[in-house]
């Protein structure tokens, strides 16, 4: 399985700023997703990032609140844009491998908190 | 509407004595299936998965699960737990490279 890191792992910001997160896979991969695990909740699917073609988003999440990059077959970026306490989440990425697979590996995640 | 079912919030169970986690899910067709293992302060962790064949699935840690098709379950189960077991447990579903996450089920262990 791929290994995932993410950066940062963790983050305080300020209500109104943008936090751009960072994902990165030791592998080249296909699909890269992004989660929201809201506290005490289970995760929740923001969007889907293939290299080279826009970020599909899921239903409730937009991509001026949300931007993704994807500019390569290792990297991806999420950003969180205009933020306020509601967005205080643990956020993951995760990849399913080069072939597409249907098994899902997971980064360590990125714990935000907006004051 | 599709859906995955974790019945169980929380469950407290002794060291050594037996576990088992309860999932089930609503969907059109049989969908892949996994159950993944969250730490305190970590990400998620595969514990295993089932995509076709042998019903009973071996996964790691000493975890296992079983599908049930005529009751549209997933339950995990594992014979022994140790402290280190205590942990958040997701069971998840599989459509078309997208996980569905149930609301998970907390994982006590006492002395």
């Known amino acids: 399985s791929a290994v995932i890191s993410q950066k940062p792992s963790r983050d305080i910001c300020q209500r109104g700023t943008s936090l751009t997160i960072q994902c990165q896979v030791d592998?080249?991969?296909?699909?890269m997703f992004w989660y929201r695990q809201q506290p005490g909740q289970s995760l929740t699917l923001i969007a889907t990032a293939n290299q080279g073609s826009e970020a599909t988003y899921e239903s409730g999440f937009v991509i001026d609140k949300f931007p993704i990059s994807r500019p390569n077959l290792t990297f991806s970026t999420l950003t969180v844009s205009n933020m306020s306490p509601e967005d205080s989440s643990i956020y993951l990425c995760?990849?399913?491998?080069?072939?597409?697979?249907?098994?899902?590996?997971f980064g360590p995640g990125t714990r935000l908190t907006v004051l | 509407a599709q859906s995955v079912t974790q019945p169980d919030i929380h469950i407290t169970v002794s060291e050594g004595a037996s576990l088992e986690l309860r999932c089930n899910y609503s969907y059109g067709a049989t969908p892949y299936l996994f159950w993944y293992v969250q730490s305190p302060g970590q990400g998620l962790q595969l514990l295993l998965k089932?995509?076709?064949?042998?019903?009973l699935v071996q996964g790691i840690k000493g975890f296992e699960a079983e599908f049930k098709r005529s009751q549209s379950s997933f339950n995990l189960r594992k014979p022994s737990v140790h402290w280190s077991d205590a942990a958040e447990y997701f069971c998840?579903?599989?459509?078309?490279?997208?996980?569905?996450f149930g609301a998970g089920t907390t994982v006590t262990v006492r002395a």
């Open positions: 995760s990849t399913s491998g080069l072939a597409g697979a249907d098994t899902q590996y």
């Open positions: 089932y995509f076709s064949g042998d019903t």
């Open positions: 998840a579903v599989g459509m078309d490279y997208k996980l569905s």
């Open positions: 592998s080249q991969v296909t699909m």
